[in-house]
């Protein structure tokens, strides 16, 4: 079963007292979740990965794998029948730019993590109904 109770105030909460730790915890279980329903498709990397090369691009790769990350949460969503809104450009956007404003990565923080909450509810009640363990939802 996929977890769909992430929230954005225990992940700030839990980052400052385990000093990023926790962040990274995170961030690797829903990119773990979110490869587990898409096992036939486009997989996002890992994200201990993710963080390497990180700093190899000096933080520029994280903001690509969260575009990446964003992306196929929607189409995680469109293969489960809900609309997942805003999109990933949107989600990019609030981190990008919103940065200036300093709330933007919190705001694209929550979104992803809203975003992924309902697919995961989504895939979780589907194969609750339908009771067929670990099978990849197909397109119609």
Known sequence: MIQEDRRLWKLLLLTIPTLGIYNIVFWYQLTKDLNEMNKDEKRIKNYILVLFLSIITLGIYRWV???????????????LGIRIKPGPGVTLTWRLFGTFILIGPFVSDYLVIRNMNKVACQYNRYFAKNKIPGKRVQKN
């Open 65 to 79: 794998w969260f575009f990446y990350l964003a992306d196929r949460i929607q189409t995680t969503g469109a293969d």
